[in-house]
């Protein structure tokens, strides 16, 4: 495994990058896909952080901590999709299901 924390500290030595905050953000992504639950120690390393530092955040965004194991269970976020109507597609769905019909 590389070591994630390197890149997060090189990125964040350039006077706090704005890229270290968007590969914090990225990495997060991932582990939200990737894992149902995950130890405090390996999303330490993912996230670039130590392990106080990424228990901290994971717990913001809704995550559950068992300290008995120091294992991390993922809170999956609800994705939101929303549907939008487009009027000429509805149109011409219209205007095919009355031909059918005549």
Request: glycine residues 2%; hydrophobic residues 40%.
């Amino acid at each position: 495994m590389c070591t994630y924390f390197a890149v997060y500290l090189i990125l964040i030595s350039f006077s706090h990058h704005p890229s270290a905050e968007l590969y914090k953000k990225r990495m997060f992504e991932l582990l939200l896909s990737a894992y149902s639950t995950i130890s405090t120690q390996d999303s330490a390393r993912f996230l670039g952080m130590n392990e106080n530092d990424a228990t901290n955040y994971v717990l913001q965004q809704g995550w559950v901590l068992d300290s008995a194991s120091q294992m991390l269970t993922v809170k999956k976020q609800a994705v939101i999709t929303e549907q939008k109507l487009d009027p000429s597609k509805l149109q011409r769905l219209t205007e095919y299901v009355f031909h059918l019909e005549h």
